[in-house]
């Protein structure tokens, strides 16, 4: 019953907010609810008639302390007052509502339901105390004394329909139908009869199971609209579910008789096709819907996901669901909703990736904006792509995809990371840069952090290369805050620094984060290594980086040349004098001119 529970607020709400509506209703509602139907108002007190004129003062007086004090805050204080208030008069109905509230708050449930029923009883026409006490009843899922306090709080505003939904909801909970019935009369009453209230008898009609005035109910409605075949057609179908297919056939007959292309009608003569096994009669009828352009778009993807979910069911060929798209999209060649269902279709089929981008290359074709199919586009272009930097062949097809993405997705910052990353895999630091500049320009509280990170941690690594290192920092630091645990960033950022000589001991905080993460991660270990080398703890960094030697696949000319400064100063001449020798044979990243003098000289030597 979640459903009615969404109807009324939580019987927990905070006590500051029902308080001052109790403040409200206990002053203008309760003193004037009385005057309102022609009577002089009158409060509890004199209701009760059983306290003298200066015990009434004396509440009176505590009662307002007891608001002012609620007012400033002092809620223990309100308590101990409205207690007060009650030991003077035990008939002050407002006193007992407002108490209500602070046991609620306090979870005293049954202690806060007496008191509102109290407050109810003393004061049965105070409609906020009645409303409260019947939310309560519901917040405890007491659903038959919820019932019969709304059915009160009706009796006296018979207006309020907000109050016969809830009795309605409450009924069919019950399967009272006859109740849902009645209160849906009291709506027809106050707002006049509708068709939506016409349709919801007859919904409960068959909840009761009494098909005859089910019936009767459609075709009173169907008589009052003699111009509208959608209530001819309702009643066919109502007919067909209850086994009474001739009857139904008729009336679609009837209907496509007077209007042959209405979609309706069409449908519903589709589903009596197939639900009598008549398979070409249901076929022929199934291209009538789906190749017409009079047929609107939602009745074509029903009947074509009935078309689907058949095919499935029976594991059919998928090509002849595509060969029936292809000639939706042939009967109408700039719908790109078809085209978006065919290649919905094709994923799950999992069929060819060749063929799959053919269709989304024709789908963006006619939904250039489309960026779920760029986007898809692009996972496929990169899909088993294990190699880096990127082939060329691959860049530039991300290219071609991304760039126009700029100009019909601006907001899409995905587009802008592979747009960028293509240059940058092609060396264009350029174009790449700019790209970035570009996409951070996008950047709001709702993008992809891991996007945004990455966004960053590129652009700090070309700022680098061109030498700009404040800029560089700057961007690695940006990167940091939208994904503190970068590792790739917090590794270049800390090696930078290194090499620099820069802030070492921001770099060391770094680079231990990346080892912890990745602890057999070469590249990790070796920038680690580095960084206790530049602050000559030697022996530390000679455990790193035998450990990057010994995880270093390919055995890099950085990480060997590293590992030959770092055991020299370890003073073992032997193995420095070995790395430093497969260092030179790769020459790769590495000074040879620096390699052969720290050969030739069996020592460290700076570049």
């Not at 609810?33 to 008639?49: E, N």
């Not at 016969?164 to 849902?180: A, C, F, P």
């Not at 590495?590 to 570049?607: C, D, G």
Request: a neutral charge.
């Amino acid at each position: 019953m979640s459903v009615l529970l969404s109807l009324v607020s939580d019987r927990h709400t905070s006590v500051k907010a029902l308080l001052l509506a109790a403040i409200l209703f206990a002053g203008s509602q309760l003193m004037f609810a009385d005057a309102r139907k022609g009577r002089p108002a009158a409060s509890s007190a004199a209701v009760a008639g059983s306290i003298t004129k200066n015990d009434s003062l004396r509440f009176n007086y505590y009662f307002l302390e007891a608001v002012a004090q609620q007012n400033a805050g002092h809620y223990d204080a309100a308590f101990d007052l409205l207690n007060h208030c009650l030991d003077i008069n035990p008939h002050a109905a407002e006193a007992y509502f407002m108490r209500s509230l602070y046991l609620s708050e306090l979870k005293k449930d049954s202690l806060a339901l007496r008191d509102l029923q109290t407050a109810a009883q003393l004061r049965p026409d105070n409609d906020t105390y009645l409303e409260r006490l019947a939310q309560f009843y519901l917040g405890m899922q007491d659903y038959a004394k919820a019932t019969d306090a709304y059915e009160r709080l009706y009796a006296t505003h018979d207006d309020r329909t907000d109050v016969l939904n809830i009795l309605i909801q409450l009924y069919q909970q019950s399967k009272n139908y006859d109740g849902m019935l009645r209160c849906i009369n009291r709506i027809g009453q106050v707002e006049g009869e509708t068709e939506a209230i016409t349709m919801s008898k007859m919904r409960v009609y068959e909840l009761k199971g009494d098909k005859k005035n089910a019936l009767r109910t459609l075709k009173e409605l169907a008589k009052e609209h003699p111009n509208d075949l959608n209530y001819k057609i309702m009643m066919g179908n109502w007919l067909m579910q209850h086994q009474r297919q001739k009857e139904a056939f008729d009336l679609f007959t009837e209907a496509l008789k007077e209007e042959p292309d209405n979609s309706y009608a069409q449908g519903s003569m589709y589903d009596y096709y197939r639900a009598n096994g008549m398979k070409q009669q249901a076929a022929d009828m199934r291209d009538r819907i789906l190749l017409s352009d009079k047929t609107p778009l939602q009745t074509k993807m029903v009947v074509v996901r009935q078309v689907i979910a058949d095919n499935e069911a029976v594991r059919g060929d998928s090509t002849e669901v595509l060969t029936l798209l292809d000639r939706m999209m042939k009967a109408s060649p700039k719908d790109a909703d078809v085209a978006s269902l065919k290649v919905a279709y094709m994923q799950l089929k999992k069929m060819p990736k060749m063929e799959v981008d053919s269709a989304l290359h024709h789908l963006l074709a006619l939904s250039p904006d489309n960026a779920g199919a760029r986007l898809q586009l692009v996972q496929n272009a990169l899909q088993g792509n294990t190699v880096s930097p990127w082939p060329k062949q691959l860049c530039d097809s991300i290219i071609e995809i991304c760039k126009p993405a700029l100009q019909y997705n601006p907001d899409e910052m995905a587009f802008y990371y592979y747009l960028g990353l293509a240059y940058f895999m092609k060396d264009d630091n350029d174009r790449a840069l700019d790209t970035f500049r570009r996409g951070v320009g996008e950047i709001n509280s709702q993008s992809n952090p891991d996007i945004v990170s990455d966004f960053y941690a590129i652009m700090g690594d070309i700022l680098h290369q061109k030498g700009l290192d404040a800029e560089a920092y700057a961007a690695y630091d940006s990167c940091l805050q939208w994904k503190p645990d970068n590792v790739s960033c917090l590794n270049n950022y800390a090696y930078y620094l290194s090499v620099k000589g820069d802030n070492l001991q921001k770099a060391e905080a770094m680079s231990l984060r990346t080892v912890k993460a990745e602890p057999k991660n070469a590249t990790y270990l070796d920038t680690y290594a580095w960084i206790l080398f530049m602050q000559k703890r030697y022996a530390e960094a000679k455990i790193y980086i035998d450990q990057a030697v010994q995880n270093d696949s390919t055995l890099s000319d950085v990480v060997l040349e590293h590992a030959g400064d770092i055991h020299s100063m370890n003073n073992d001449v032997v193995n420095a004098v070995k790395y430093w020798k497969l260092a030179l044979e790769k020459h790769k990243d590495v000074n040879e001119a620096v390699l052969r003098k720290k050969i030739k000289l069996r020592r460290y030597v700076k570049e």
